[in-house]
């Protein structure tokens, strides 16, 4: 048994619109939670850096002798 739309145009639209008012509060409901989850987490890890330094002191130099190399020819067939 599959269900059917119903035959009167007006309760069909009806069910229509229904189904359609659903779909928007589920969006609706769906983004405002991924923001809220965003904002938590966002929230979270400034609280874990509160009272931490904002930049740390890199005292690792990496120091090397570079060359340009040219395009190696290749023969030609």
Do not use: C, T
């Not at 035959?7 to 229509?16: I, K």
């Not at 609706?28 to 931490?52: E, H, T």
């Not at 570079?66 to 023969?75: Q, S, T, W």
């Amino acid at each position: 048994m599959a269900p059917r739309k119903p035959r009167h145009p007006l309760l069909r639209v009806l069910l229509g619109l229904l189904g359609l008012g659903v779909l928007l509060v589920l969006v609706f409901f769906s983004v405002f939670i991924g923001v809220a989850m965003l904002a938590a987490g966002l929230l979270y890890r400034l609280w874990k850096q509160r009272g931490k330094p904002l930049a740390r002191q890199q005292a690792r130099v990496v120091d090397g002798e570079f060359r340009v190399l040219g395009k190696p020819a290749l023969p030609q067939a």
